[in-house]
């Protein structure tokens, strides 16, 4: 599976970050579709998942401002995150398991770089 | 909630070996994988469900997982083994992802 991140590199506060993940050379109607960001310096960072029915789970930290979901039709997910800050500011990678939540991330995105700016 | 501490650095001379510690809570009760991450690159899994190497992974990395900590080994350590490396575990209580902090391994 091959998964390329896209969407604006500069958002500004208080505004909404939208990226989509399109997934290729595999279906992404099975299992698990992980939204990750890493600030600059910094660790990784779970943002959350949605499984390809549409049940997701969220990082407690970011649950309030958060949206991961799923377009089977364009084999697409994608993330939305409210109320932006300075402290979003991060490359977000999507990632996908082998099979369960309990698996690794057997595929990466390249990671795309979000800046929030005015 | 769950929380996976690793040492900020390690340091190791090339051929020696490289130990990388990741501690939780009871964390030998849950499967726990290892990414190498480079400089601008996305993260690589190099061990999976504490000690399974993907193909292509060399043999030199290796994991284990016992009690409060889990570990990455890398023996004879090159100098294209400095990277960032992190653990990662699912918290099944809380049906939550959880990565360690990361730890910076410097080939001197």
């Known amino acids: 599976v091959q998964l390329q991140e896209s969407g604006p590199g500069l958002v500004r506060p208080s505004e909404t970050l939208s990226l989509t993940c399109s997934v290729s050379g595999g279906s992404i109607s099975s299992y698990y579709w992980t939204w990750i960001r890493q600030p600059p310096g910094k660790a990784l960072e779970w943002i959350g998942h949605v499984f390809y029915s549409g049940n997701t789970n969220y990082n407690p930290s970011l649950k309030s401002r958060v949206s991961v979901s799923v377009d089977t039709s364009k084999n697409q997910f994608s993330l939305k995150l409210a109320s932006v800050t300075a402290a979003d500011t991060a490359v977000y990678f999507c990632a996908s398991q082998v099979v369960g939540a309990d698996d690794a991330f057997d595929s990466w995105g390249q990671g795309t770089l979000v800046r929030v700016s005015s | 909630s769950y929380v996976l501490t690793q040492p900020p650095s390690v340091s190791v001379a090339p051929g020696q070996t490289a130990t990388i510690t990741c501690g939780g809570n009871n964390i030998g009760g849950k499967s726990v994988h290892w990414y190498q991450q480079r400089p601008g690159q996305a993260p690589v899994v190099v061990v999976s469900d504490d000690n399974d190497r993907p193909s292509g992974i060399p043999e030199r990395f290796s994991g284990s997982n016992s009690g409060n900590t889990a570990a990455l080994t890398i023996s004879r350590v090159e100098v294209g083994d400095e990277a960032d490396y992190y653990c990662?575990?699912?918290?099944?209580?809380?049906?939550?992802?959880?990565f360690g902090g990361g730890t910076k391994l410097s080939v001197l």
């Open positions: 990662q575990v699912w918290d099944v209580s809380s049906e939550h992802i959880i």
